[in-house]
């Protein structure tokens, strides 16, 4: 069965200080990895897709790595604007259906 | 351009009720879905549709109906409302079911069923 596990659950850095959020999944035959962003009260916001091992993309303060078995959001020098729940999800190759992990809820303090 | 759009934002329904959840989006895209989101349990798909008159069943489908008569609309049916179908309820289209784009999401709708 695919699935999806996030850790830590939730997060809490200084300004400026850089971490790292996982990402860890279990699918036979990745199509895509995703990384999202959700804001209290809104929808998720895409950020990026990975497809390969050893593919890595970025978007300001945060860059996105996938190996065989996780991929990692770093988040480098940290803002309270960054402040959210970051969602990974990955694509079943056969349904096409997504299958999202519980999120990693990070906290920026100023 | 709209994006995804969900009405009505919020309700509330007594147990035993029916009612439909709009998702209407303007991007052509193919791939619609519905999930519902509780605390802890993340995001959780319901229903799916690859493309006009094409639906199928996701994790936690009882409960819910879809039909997919245009590319545009999508609408989540609760044939008998229960409390533990209180919930977030988010609509997400994508402009294919390939992995290239990601899913554009609604600003989802938050139901209460008492």
């Known amino acids: 069965e695919d699935q999806v596990t996030q850790s830590p659950e939730a997060l809490r850095l200084q300004e400026g200080e850089s971490s790292s959020l996982n990402c860890s999944y279990t699918?036979?035959?990745?199509?895509?990895l995703f990384w999202y962003r959700q804001d209290p009260g809104k929808g998720p916001e895409f950020l990026f897709t990975?497809?390969?091992a050893g593919e890595e993309k970025e978007k300001e303060r945060l860059k996105a790595t996938l190996t065989k078995k996780e991929s990692f959001l770093h988040i480098t020098a940290p803002k309270p604007e960054d402040s959210a729940t970051y969602l990974c999800a990955v694509q079943d190759p056969g349904t096409y259906k997504y299958i999202f992990g519980t999120g990693t809820r990070l906290k920026v303090l100023a | 351009n709209a994006g995804v759009t969900q009405t009505p934002k919020f309700q509330v329904l007594k147990t035993g009720q029916s009612m439909t959840l709009q998702c209407a989006q303007d991007m052509n895209h193919e791939y619609m879905s519905w999930y519902r989101q509780d605390p802890g349990m993340g995001l959780r798909l319901i229903h799916y549709s690859v493309g006009a008159g094409i639906t199928d069943q996701g994790e936690v489908p009882n409960g819910y109906n879809v039909s997919r008569s245009t590319t545009e609309d999508f609408p989540l049916r609760l044939l008998s409302a229960a409390p533990s179908q209180t919930s977030v309820y988010f609509c997400?289209?994508?402009?294919?079911?390939?992995?290239?784009?990601?899913?554009?999401f609604g600003s989802g709708t938050r139901l209460t069923v008492v």
């Open positions: 997400a289209s994508s402009p294919t079911t390939g992995a290239t784009y990601g899913y554009t």
């Open positions: 699918v036979s035959g990745l199509r895509g």
């Open positions: 990975l497809y390969s």
